[in-house]
């Protein structure tokens, strides 16, 4: 017969069985309901969110890799550190588009400012010879320049046969609001001398696709005639904030942003070193905030993804320039997160690429 169990022993076995069982019950419960404040803030319980099943295997792959490098990733205050972490991720992208999209790249001064000429090597199509893009970089106007530029623009001007060019701007800190539009501004003057403003089309990424808005608000200002169409991506003429501000980054894997005491998020691009003495509701820095701006846009194409933080906000760019009046087409992509299209392996960045040449190709000249 067994020797008996020490009192404080079988306490501890009985103490564990019983943590099991209300494990066990708590993992087969369902989460909590969330909490509901006076304001209608919603405080969520933790749950897990499955990677979207409509999604490609290559974007999971790529999402896990991406998650990897944000682990990674230096402190926005370190910009020598960030401007070089973020060059040495896109010049891989660089390379490896290269071998699937080939061009010829030329550095070119326009107007004074430096860009970045790519052109398809076969040439540019007969049809395209009378077009020209010009490609904003992403990179929250602090870091992008070279080869986030050609990251944007490589692929679309392999597949539409077309030039791109994409301007190095001023960034911050450096420089401040409105250096980079005064440079776009200086190029789109250049190339009016040999284009004519309706086969001219300017497209950009993140903080990118925010300076798209910012020049066009620009040129109309000035009275320049503005240019055939136009592609906010990721970023456009309203500030990031609604729903996705919130949960994007949750659903990339960062953590929440913290709410001001006012109730709203903290500012995204208006944080940053480049606006400093900007205001947020000037219709220069977001055109959404002048219905008379946006009406003289022209048509524009807007891209994000169901992961995107500023997927919020490219919903209600359209939902605006539409009431506006203007041809605005929006394009969603399910699982993806910002800049997904950076990465050309992917199913969903060839489904963009494509989409933006078509855009393009049917709006400039009309």
């Not at 803030?41 to 896990?64: K, M």
């Not at 990424?205 to 608000?217: Q, Y």
Request: aromatic share 8%; with cysteine.
């Amino acid at each position: 017969m067994p020797a008996s169990i020490p009192k404080h022993i079988l306490n501890l076995v009985l103490l564990g069985i019983a943590l099991l069982g209300a494990y066990a019950i708590a993992a087969e419960s369902p989460p909590k309901s969330p909490n509901t404040d006076s304001r209608d803030d919603i405080t969520l319980p933790s749950f897990r969110v499955p990677y979207s099943s409509f999604a490609s295997p290559q974007a999971r792959r790529q999402f896990r890799i991406m998650r990897e490098q944000s682990r990674h990733s230096p402190s926005i205050n370190d910009i020598a550190a960030s401007r070089a972490y973020y060059d040495s991720i896109n010049r891989d992208r660089v390379r490896r588009m290269k071998k699937i999209y080939p061009v010829i790249i030329t550095a070119r001064s326009i107007g004074g400012v430096p860009t970045d000429v790519v052109t398809p090597a076969p040439g540019v199509a007969p049809a395209q010879a009378s077009r020209v893009l010009i490609n904003l970089h992403g990179g929250d106007f602090l870091w992008g320049a070279h080869s986030g530029g050609l990251v944007e623009s490589i692929p679309i001007a392999s597949l539409g046969r077309i030039k791109v060019i994409t301007v190095d701007y001023r960034q911050g800190p450096e420089h401040v609001f409105p250096a980079a539009g005064e440079d776009v501004e200086a190029v789109y003057r250049a190339l009016l001398k040999h284009y004519p403003a309706r086969n001219i089309g300017i497209y950009g990424c993140s903080a990118g696709g925010v300076l798209t808005g910012e020049a066009v608000a620009r040129f109309i200002t000035r009275k320049l005639p503005v240019p055939g169409a136009i592609g906010t991506f990721c970023g456009s003429i309203v500030e990031m904030a609604g729903d996705m501000a919130y949960t994007g980054p949750i659903l990339s894997g960062d953590g929440a942003p913290t709410p001001q005491p006012n109730g709203t998020n903290v500012s995204y691009f208006t944080d940053s070193p480049y606006f400093k003495g900007a205001r947020q509701t000037d219709p220069m820095v977001f055109p959404g905030n002048s219905p008379a701006l946006l009406a003289k846009f022209p048509p524009t194409l807007l891209i994000t993804g169901s992961r995107d933080s500023t997927m919020s906000t490219m919903i209600q760019s359209q939902r605006l320039l539409t009431a506006a009046g203007v041809d605005a087409e929006l394009q969603v992509w399910d699982g993806m997160w910002h800049s997904f299209f950076s990465d050309p392996e992917l199913p969903e960045s060839r489904e963009a690429y494509a989409v933006i040449v078509n855009f393009f190709n049917r709006q400039l000249g009309r």
